[in-house]
């Protein structure tokens, strides 16, 4: 409650630009539609908003190009047209590696 209340109070300042931090983590099924809506609402309206997250499908959903950070440094620029291609990049070679790491049987 605390944190959708904090974005509530962030939206109605009426910025032009928004940095949300993980907007998703901690939130209920209900606040995350109505986040995403939210977003896409000030995507329409022509805010910049930059979102971290380590959630792809939120990003997806509700984002222009992604920013790819690896120890700290931008390693790539994805574009949308792209996403689905980082996708399977990243459920191809580093998911497949973690899940073989475990060696489940």
Known sequence: MKKKLALLAVLLQGNEFFVLDE???GIDINGSIALTEILLKLKELNKTVIISSHIFSTLSDTCNEILVLRDGIITETV???D?????????????????NKLGLE
Request: hydrophobic residues 30%; without cysteine.
């Open 23 to 25: 907007p998703y983590n």
């Open 83 to 99: 996403f689905q291609k980082l996708e399977d990049e990243i459920k191809g070679s580093r998911i497949k590696d973690l899940v």
């Open 79 to 81: 574009q949308r047209a």
